[in-house]
């Protein structure tokens, strides 16, 4: 017989017992994440306690990632496999929904009621809460916390260090900066923190209701320089986006772009954008200036003398997972290199972590630009990525064996990749190790530099300081 409980009081556990000798093993595995039980137990019953928290890439403590996880449990040789054990009777609440069917648990994020989230929408339409001095991020829609509001964030608060920061968060297995405040979307905290911060700082379209108020101004930082269309350029005419892309537009009061070039697709993609445009380079990037890459190596466990591979592609309209293109651990194999495997934040949720040897998923790890600062070489293919990792001078790749099917129907190029790429462009994994084995750092020489210089120009490791000084100086956050 096996029973299932959850913790006392603040102890986020799940907490079986069983008859009979004690499990080799108990875990709990998940798609991003996975915990071991404690086990205790040496004759006639056994107890596994399972955390429901974890500390990812060395960071705190903190719920796990919304999602499904089996419960595995490794029997001791020759025991027989417990049964499943009954739910209990009410639902684990402690910062999080968590739900046990059988082998299966469930955990969600808590937003309240649908009375309350209800409730909340209503006043923050009302628009009747003061504003107060509070800047609301959000990052990639809240799956974590990273990009240019992350640059941002940091530079405010050595500028207004007393300045109240929250952070939109999907679940609270995000980290968040410190001292700031997390507030899970679609909560009645959400619905609060966007309604009565003064600046709303965000690098993707603003989601659910939104209701411009005196006052408060919205700076859209964007995510990357664009490679592939967006927008109003993507392929097919379709009027429900075309009106989507106008509305969203108009909601900002400021767009930043890495640089000219970008600033000019933005203006025209966002249905000719009437508003300043910022060419301030991105602060995503200042770490690549100023950063220290063998911190990061430390977080990930990589020596300092290790080759490191970061293979970034993007997403795909017709997909939900991340691409399969590449055979990870033969890469690793094949060049001797650590491979980091990043998968676009729109694959975080779906999908499942890829293992093996030498291969470490980072797909979860909070900030991009710390795995550029890491890697000694990256593989892309359509990534706005690359216009950020180019500023460090190291070499890129492009695995591209879908190049014809992009670039003619899936989404299209602002320009021709193959006439400027700063480095090799393979169709084949066998071409791409050939190349990464090579040294093509003469023959794309020029190519890089060009690219550097229409595309990096404001990437000086400033550009969170020159942002900062202009939100503060044009009164985006009121006197």
Same mark, same amino acid.
């Given at each position: 017989m096996t029973t299932a409980s959850w913790g006392d009081g603040a102890d986020a556990v799940l907490i079986l017992r069983g008859d009979g000798p004690r499990p080799a093993r108990v875990e709990l595995v998940g798609a991003r994440a996975r915990t071991a039980a404690r086990l205790t137990g040496r004759g006639k019953t056994w107890s596994a306690t399972i955390p429901l928290t974890a500390s990812r890439w060395g960071g705190a403590v903190l719920p796990l990632p919304s999602g499904r996880y089996d419960v595995r449990v490794s029997p001791a040789d020759g025991a027989t496999p417990p049964?499943? +054990?009954e739910a209990p009777e009410a639902p684990h609440r402690n910062g999080m929904h968590a739900e046990l069917d059988g082998w299966t648990l469930t955990i969600a994020p808590l937003r309240g009621s649908d009375e309350e989230r209800a409730a909340a929408e209503r006043a923050y339409v009302s628009g009747r809460a003061p504003l107060e001095d509070a800047v609301f991020f959000e990052s990639f829609y809240g799956r974590n916390a990273s990009c240019n509001p992350l640059a941002i964030d940091r530079e405010l608060v050595r500028r207004r260090p007393g300045?109240?920061?929250y952070w939109s968060v999907v679940d609270l297995s995000v980290a968040i900066p410190e001292g700031a405040v997390a507030v899970v979307e679609g909560s009645p905290e959400w619905w609060r923190a966007r309604a009565v911060s003064r600046l709303l700082v965000v690098n993707d379209w603003l989601r659910r209701r939104y209701v411009r108020r005196p006052g408060q101004h919205v700076l859209q930082t964007w995510h990357g320089t664009p490679l592939k269309r967006l927008a109003l350029h993507r392929p097919g005419f379709d009027p429900r986006r075309m009106l989507a892309v106008v509305r969203e537009s108009r909601r900002w009061d400021v767009l930043l772009a890495q640089n000219p070039y970008a600033a000019g697709v933005l203006r025209k993609a966002y249905a000719f954008f009437r508003r300043p445009i910022w060419v301030e380079g991105y602060p995503r990037n200042d770490v690549l200036r100023t950063g220290d890459a063998a911190d990061v190596r430390g977080r990930l466990g990589i020596a300092a003398d290790e080759s490191v591979i970061l293979y970034a592609p993007?997403? *795909?309209? #017709?997909? /939900? @997972?991340? !691409?399969?293109?590449?055979? =990870?651990?033969?890469?690793? #194999?094949?060049? $001797?290199a650590v491979v980091l495997v990043r998968g676009h934040s729109r694959t975080?949720? +779906?999908?499942?972590? &890829? /293992? $093996? &040897? *030498? !291969?470490i998923d980072v797909t979860g790890f909070p900030d991009t630009a710390q795995l550029l600062l890491a890697a000694d070489a990256l593989v892309t293919d359509y990534s706005s990525v690359v216009f950020d990792f180019t500023v460090t001078g190291k070499p890129v790749y492009f695995l591209v064996p879908d190049l014809e099917h992009y670039r003619g129907?899936?989404? $299209?190029f602002y320009f021709d990749l193959t006439a400027r790429a700063p480095g090799p462009i393979v169709r084949t @994994? /066998?071409?791409?190790?050939? &190349?990464?084995? &090579? #040294?093509?750092s003469a023959e794309y020489a020029q190519r890089y530099a060009d690219w550097q210089r229409v595309f990096n120009g404001r990437? #000086? $490791?400033? =550009? =969170? /300081?020159? !942002? !900062?000084?202009?939100i503060l100086d044009q009164g985006l956050l009121g006197d």
């Amino acid at each position: 017989m096996t029973t299932a409980s959850w913790g006392d009081g603040a102890d986020a556990v799940l907490i079986l017992r069983g008859d009979g000798p004690r499990p080799a093993r108990v875990e709990l595995v998940g798609a991003r994440a996975r915990t071991a039980a404690r086990l205790t137990g040496r004759g006639k019953t056994w107890s596994a306690t399972i955390p429901l928290t974890a500390s990812r890439w060395g960071g705190a403590v903190l719920p796990l990632p919304s999602g499904r996880y089996d419960v595995r449990v490794s029997p001791a040789d020759g025991a027989t496999p417990p049964a499943a +054990p009954e739910a209990p009777e009410a639902p684990h609440r402690n910062g999080m929904h968590a739900e046990l069917d059988g082998w299966t648990l469930t955990i969600a994020p808590l937003r309240g009621s649908d009375e309350e989230r209800a409730a909340a929408e209503r006043a923050y339409v009302s628009g009747r809460a003061p504003l107060e001095d509070a800047v609301f991020f959000e990052s990639f829609y809240g799956r974590n916390a990273s990009c240019n509001p992350l640059a941002i964030d940091r530079e405010l608060v050595r500028r207004r260090p007393g300045m109240t920061r929250y952070w939109s968060v999907v679940d609270l297995s995000v980290a968040i900066p410190e001292g700031a405040v997390a507030v899970v979307e679609g909560s009645p905290e959400w619905w609060r923190a966007r309604a009565v911060s003064r600046l709303l700082v965000v690098n993707d379209w603003l989601r659910r209701r939104y209701v411009r108020r005196p006052g408060q101004h919205v700076l859209q930082t964007w995510h990357g320089t664009p490679l592939k269309r967006l927008a109003l350029h993507r392929p097919g005419f379709d009027p429900r986006r075309m009106l989507a892309v106008v509305r969203e537009s108009r909601r900002w009061d400021v767009l930043l772009a890495q640089n000219p070039y970008a600033a000019g697709v933005l203006r025209k993609a966002y249905a000719f954008f009437r508003r300043p445009i910022w060419v301030e380079g991105y602060p995503r990037n200042d770490v690549l200036r100023t950063g220290d890459a063998a911190d990061v190596r430390g977080r990930l466990g990589i020596a300092a003398d290790e080759s490191v591979i970061l293979y970034a592609p993007t997403w *795909r309209d #017709d997909r /939900e @997972q991340m !691409v399969d293109f590449l055979d =990870a651990q033969r890469l690793a #194999d094949d060049t $001797g290199a650590v491979v980091l495997v990043r998968g676009h934040s729109r694959t975080l949720i +779906p999908g499942r972590d &890829a /293992e $093996g &040897a *030498r !291969v470490i998923d980072v797909t979860g790890f909070p900030d991009t630009a710390q795995l550029l600062l890491a890697a000694d070489a990256l593989v892309t293919d359509y990534s706005s990525v690359v216009f950020d990792f180019t500023v460090t001078g190291k070499p890129v790749y492009f695995l591209v064996p879908d190049l014809e099917h992009y670039r003619g129907h899936l989404r $299209g190029f602002y320009f021709d990749l193959t006439a400027r790429a700063p480095g090799p462009i393979v169709r084949t @994994q /066998e071409m791409l190790t050939s &190349a990464l084995l &090579a #040294d093509t750092s003469a023959e794309y020489a020029q190519r890089y530099a060009d690219w550097q210089r229409v595309f990096n120009g404001r990437d #000086d $490791g400033e =550009a =969170a /300081e020159r !942002v !900062v000084a202009r939100i503060l100086d044009q009164g985006l956050l009121g006197d």
